[in-house]
């Protein structure tokens, strides 16, 4: 595997400078217009041939190498969340209420760092890198409009690579993991109906707060005695509507949540018992219930032949860094529609660094990162897609 250290020093200060450009500007799903912008013209400006309104709002620019070859797709996520940030740092979000608190800021500054990187060596390349510039990652959609977009032909890519700055581990460790890394998610709500009526006479009524209540706790026992225990998932609830008064039982109640899965098997078991468990006990209590699966990604499955040769390189050109192979994660992630389709690794890049602060979770308004992860993941990620297009 050929090392782009060395090069990659030489960016970064305007990794830097991009990154925390995007961090002052943030914007969330499908309204990446300012970024895309700046993209779409770094991209014209290293002579790729560059696509706009992909998916929306996503960018796409393609380096043809002077030979022919495989093509590789590199994706890189650009939307921020609806969070308002906390830190106090200068280069601090001047958006209210929005905040790239998941480090999506520094996946586009790397991918520009591994363009202008390749670019420089176009004479080199037998075959072509695509970069996938994706929106709206973070609810779920960009992926699919990308692709529903023809992302994925014209040239169809051969191999996907991608990465995730990780404030679970501490810079100077790279995860690439075999098989599933990333959860597949459902989301799901369901309404369950009774009939309310004043809260001194519950006899008078079909009362759903305690069917919902009863329905949560039984829906424990999915992962608990449907599951494996080898295997993984997760059945959380996180909302719950009903009533305006207390002396009034409603007639309704509603209820969120998502399910966690690394196998459609297992997303088959969670999906089929909660219904069951819902429809069952909503019954018991002489109420019905209307249950809706309402979003939906398959789990992140890395290849294990690209994440092994990728682990073997990373640790021949940089001994100074820790390479596992064991981190997974419950999070989703829609790079995993890409992996689905063409065979591939998303690996995790280190960038927490508890000595100075960076070691919040993401998604929280301290999340930041330890920097030194820029230069880190551009050099590892160039030297990923140039592994299989330098002409040798
Ligand atoms: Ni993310």
């Known amino acids: 595997m050929k090392s782009f250290q ?6 970064r200060e305007q990794l830097i400078a991009w990154r925390r450009d995007f961090h002052r500007h943030p914007e969330i799903a499908f309204e ?3 970024t895309a912008g700046i993209v779409a013209q770094r991209l014209n400006e290293l002579g790729l041939e560059v696509q706009t309104g992909v998916g929306k709002t996503g960018v796409v620019g393609i380096l043809e190498g002077a030979a022919d ?8 996520d650009m939307d921020a969340l609806p969070i308002q940030e906390v830190n106090d740092v200068p280069y601090r979000s001047e958006k209210p209420n929005t905040m790239h608190a998941c480090g999506h800021d520094a996946h586009t500054a790397i991918a520009l760092g591994v363009a202008t990187l390749l670019a420089q060596h176009r004479e080199q390349l037998a075959g072509r890198v ?13 992926a699919k409009a990308m692709i529903d977009d023809g992302v994925l032909t014209y040239p169809t890519p051969d191999v996907a690579v991608g990465l995730h700055v990780w404030n679970t581990l501490p810079v100077g460790q790279v995860a690439v993991t075999d098989g599933p890394a990333m959860a597949g998610v459902d989301s799901f709500r369901m309404q369950i109906t009774g009939s309310g009526g004043h809260a001194a006479e519950p006899q008078q009524t079909r009362d759903p707060v305690i069917a919902a209540a009863h329905i949560m706790t039984a829906a424990q026992t999915i992962v ?6 080898l295997d993984a998932a997760v059945v959380s609830f996180t909302r719950m509507m009903g009533g305006d008064a207390f002396n009034v039982i409603p007639d309704s109640v509603e209820l969120w949540g998502t399910l966690r899965n690394f196998s459609a098997e297992i997303r088959d078991i969670l999906i089929e018992r909660l219904g069951q468990i819902a429809q069952g006990v909503a019954q018991g209590f002489e109420c019905t219930v209307d249950l809706e ?3 939906t990604l398959p789990p992140l499955i890395n290849d294990s032949n690209i994440g092994e040769r990728l682990r073997q390189g990373f640790a021949s050109i940089r001994p100074d860094l820790t390479v596992v192979d064991d981190l997974r994660t419950m999070g989703a992630e829609d790079m995993g529609l890409f992996l689905r389709a063409v065979p591939g690794v998303y690996f995790f890049v280190g960038s927490a660094n508890s000595q100075r602060g960076f070691d919040f979770p993401h998604h929280h308004p301290r999340f930041d990162i330890d920097e030194e992860a820029l230069t880190i993941g551009t050099s590892l990620l160039t030297s990923a897609v140039a592994d299989y297009v330098w002409s040798r």
């Open 6 to 11: 060395a090069e990659t020093e030489n960016l």
């Open 224 to 229: 608990s005695r449907n599951v494996r225990a």
């Open 69 to 76: 070859g495989p093509t590789v797709l590199v994706r890189a």
């Open 32 to 34: 990446e217009t300012r």
């Open 293 to 295: 699966i309402a979003r």
């Open 130 to 142: 695509k970069f996938v510039f994706q929106p709206a990652e973070e609810i779920g959609e960009g």
